[in-house]
Each structure stands twice: as structure tokens, then as C-alpha cells.
């Protein structure tokens, strides 16, 4: 089993700056994509950003330029850096790690990101 904690979440003024981080526990298998998920109240879950483990990354439009994914595959961890933070980024941020090839999907319990303006 695999579980994921995440922290580095807070509040911040537009246009400051937060790190989150997510370190995950137990066997994952080498070939997987972990990332960063957001959902606010009464919203779906969107995708933030994610990175394979082969180092490709995806960035949702809205955060290209502003956010920043890393990992480092020996510790199991992936991180979230977040500068130039908007009001919209509000949310609480989910980290998710999914196993390659078939998909089994594993999530953290999620860190609330709030940004006043």
C-alpha cells in the first residue's frame, strides 16, 4: 500500500509564494506520473501539474509560467513550487501518484493553498 502526505500549504498574499511538498510512503512502482491536483468547494478536481518519472512534465494553462513540478525519484517525493499566486489558486491541492502501466492511482489527503487579494 502506498500513502501519500503532502504539506506546505498556508495562506498568502497575491503574488507571493508557496512549496508544497508531498512525500509518499511504501512501494510505487518505477514507471508512474505523480503531480498535484486542486479542487475548490463545488468544483471538479483539475489537474495542476504532474511529472512522470521519466521527467516529462504537464501544466494546466492557467498555472504555465507561475508553477514549477519537481520530484526526486529515490525519496518518492514530488514538489510544487508556486510563485506569483492569484486569488484563483485557492484550493485545496491534492498530490496523486498513478502507476504505470495499468493506472492504479493513489492520492494524499490534501493541503489547503488559500491566496488573499
Known amino acids: 500500500q502506498v500513502h501519500l502526505v503532502e504539506s506546505g500549504g498556508g495562506l498568502v498574499q497575491a503574488g507571493g509564494s508557496l512549496r508544497l511538498s508531498c512525500a509518499a510512503s511504501?512501494?510505487?512502482?518505477?514507471?508512474?506520473?505523480m503531480g498535484w491536483y486542486r479542487q475548490n468547494p463545488g468544483k471538479q478536481r483539475e489537474l495542476a501539474a504532474t511529472m512522470t518519472s521519466g521527467g516529462s512534465t504537464n501544466y494546466a494553462d492557467s498555472v504555465k509560467g507561475r508553477f514549477t513540478i519537481s520530484r526526486d525519484n529515490a525519496k518518492q517525493t514530488v514538489y510544487l513550487q508556486m510563485n506569483s499566486l492569484k486569488a484563483e489558486d485557492t484550493a485545496v491541492y491534492y498530490c496523486?501518484?498513478?502507476?504505470?502501466?495499468?493506472?492504479?492511482?493513489?492520492w494524499g489527503q490534501g493541503t489547503q493553498v488559500t491566496v488573499s487579494s
Open positions: 496523486s501518484v498513478r502507476e504505470l502501466p495499468f493506472g492504479k492511482s493513489y
Open positions: 511504501g512501494s510505487i512502482f518505477s514507471l508512474n506520473v
